[in-house]
């Protein structure tokens, strides 16, 4: 990353919104390979990559096994943009005209956030499995509707993890900057509320 003079990359992995835009780009290998050749390129040039790269997946989720894969790579974090949120294969399948309807059912295939946050729990559940585990930074983004959503959902996970979303905060942004700031700082406010009153149950 020295040579962009750039602090840090976040990839991200979204086949399947490759696959349905129009003019995508066609994968021959699957993302952990790329990563994996990625991250052998920068420990080539000696570029320290655990604290650079974040991986963020988009749109559709991830399953255990595919989790369990990317948190044994040496990067920075990992987010979960995640089912629920943003769903950027349907945005491209609104764009793409030429795709027959018979696909369609694919837009609406993914795991939540929520499930997500399960299913590193479950990997990280076996002794074994956790041992070998190099991720320990996470960002749930997907499907977040407030900051009680956030506050669940981050110490379900029980890594360090903070969240974020993007479609509440734009309605306010069309509005004026006092809104958008009155939203966040009452975001704010909630969090640590619930940090304070609220504990999540195992």
């Not at 040496?74 to 943003?86: I, Y």
């Not at 399948?93 to 027959?100: C, F, I, V």
């Not at 585990?133 to 669940?152: E, M, P, Q, S, T």
């Amino acid at each position: 990353l020295g040579w962009l003079d750039a602090s840090g990359i976040i990839i991200h992995i979204n086949p399947l919104q490759e696959w349905f835009q129009p003019g995508g780009d066609s994968f021959c290998y699957p993302p952990l390979v790329t990563l994996n050749n990625f991250l052998e390129f920068l420990d080539l040039n000696k570029i320290k990559s655990s604290s650079r790269v974040i991986v963020k997946e988009v749109g559709q989720g991830m399953g255990p096994a595919s989790l369990q894969a990317l948190l044994e790579l040496p990067l920075a974090a990992v987010e979960f943009a995640a089912f629920g949120g943003t769903n950027f294969s349907k945005l491209e399948r609104m764009r793409n005209r030429t795709l027959d309807n018979a696909f369609d059912q694919f837009i609406y295939q993914g795991h939540s956030s929520s499930e997500m946050v399960e299913f590193v729990r479950q990997v990280a559940s076996s002794l074994e499995v956790k041992k070998r585990l190099k991720v320990n930074h996470f960002i749930v983004a997907g499907g977040i509707r407030d900051f009680l959503d956030g506050h669940y959902l981050t110490s379900r996970l029980g890594y360090r993890s903070i969240f974020g979303y993007a479609s509440r905060p734009l309605i306010f942004a069309q509005q004026s900057y006092e809104e958008v700031r009155n939203f966040f700082q009452h975001q704010i406010m909630g969090l640590m509320l619930a940090r304070q009153f609220l504990r999540v149950r195992e």
